[in-house]
């Protein structure tokens, strides 16, 4: 591929990831910039609150859509696409899947195959985010923009390949955010006629709904590979450098309890202990009673008792 079919390629993959005859180097870890465009043009999108000014509605809107969403990335792109630690019908799989998407952080099996690979590497050089190897910026957003990263292993997910429902929105990543923003801007301005005392309007619920908030969302998914990797305890002496953190915890739904989901990923819930606050867990906990998702796998009583033993020794030692 010649440097400007490349330069091409790269534009069209904005709308189709899989555009272009070749494939990505999967390797290759160069900048690659003409394919970061749109999320640098997202980051800088957030200034325009600047001219549409603020509403109470549009912040409570904004903090909303980030949390629903962090459910779905946790719940779904993460426990369900990449560990599989429940069950649920095609419908419900395709409805979670949709609401993630709508996070613009790709498609579920993008999300899925780079995290199994980093699993399969926790800070070995070949994990593609890890603190240790490269430091916090390359871990937090570098990865997230090179060649390697933007490439998928289809192997690593062949699982989920059966699926063209999945397979079509995770090809079209751009397609479920582009249909989020719409529905946020006919919501902004119907609001606007309907009622005028929201101080709100399309506009203005679109860079709070939409872009503040997936800035948001992104920086705090993120501080997964890059701070829960740095910052916290360590329960376990696991073989990478993962960690536990309240706040992270707090922030992602219950992501930040890392050391413990790399001690024991096949769990669907990762507070191991009662006061480890896992709100992801408890809301897949009542969608079990509702009858929309079946078999969670528990944490294994051996795990448990592990790391109650290790508790006691910590309190223990002099
Ligand atoms: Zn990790
Ligand atoms: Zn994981």
């Known amino acids: 591929m010649t440097r400007v079919q490349s330069y091409f390629a790269n534009i069209l993959r904005w709308f189709d990831s899989e555009a272009g ?12 910039v003409i394919r970061t465009l749109p999320f640098i043009a997202l980051h800088l999108a957030c200034l325009l609150a600047f001219v549409t ?11 909303g859509f980030f949390f629903v969403r962090m459910f779905a990335i946790t719940a779904f792109y993460h426990r369900y696409f990449s560990h599989k630690t429940f069950k649920t019908n095609r419908f419900w799989q395709f409805v979670f899947a949709c609401l993630g998407a709508s996070a613009a952080q790709r498609g579920p099996l993008w999300w899925a195959a780079h995290h199994r690979h980093h699993h399969q590497h926790s800070d070995d050089p070949e994990d593609l985010h890890s603190p240790q190897q490269n430091g916090f910026w390359w871990s937090h957003v570098g990865w997230f923009t090179c060649d390697a990263g933007f490439a998928m292993d289809e192997r690593r ?3 989920w390949l059966k699926y063209p429902e999945l397979k079509f929105i995770n090809r079209y990543d751009a397609l ?7 529905l946020i801007y006919g919501l902004g301005e119907a609001l606007a006629v309907m009622a005028p005392g929201l101080g709100t309007n399309g506009f203005q619920l679109v860079v709070w709904g939409f872009f503040i908030s997936t800035v948001a969302l992104f920086h705090a998914t993120v501080c997964i590979n890059s701070l829960a990797h740095v910052w916290g305890s360590r329960r376990f002496e696991t073989d990478d450098d993962s960690r536990n953190n309240f706040w992270l915890a707090l922030i992602t739904l219950g992501e930040g309890w890392h050391n413990n989901h790399h001690r024991w990923p096949q769990s669907a819930r990762q507070g191991f202990r009662w006061y480890e606050i896992d709100i992801t867990y408890y809301l897949l906990w009542l969608m079990e009673k509702a009858g929309i998702i079946r078999e969670l796998n528990p944490l294994p009583q051996h795990v448990h008792e592990e790391a109650l033993r290790l508790d006691r020794n910590r309190r223990n030692r002099p």
């Open 53 to 63: 000014g603020v509403s109470t509605f549009a912040i409570v809107f904004a903090i």
């Open 157 to 159: 997910v062949r699982d």
């Open 176 to 182: 479920v955010p582009a249909v989020a923003v719409a």
């Open 21 to 32: 005859s070749d494939h990505l180097d999967t390797d290759s870890r160069s900048f690659n």
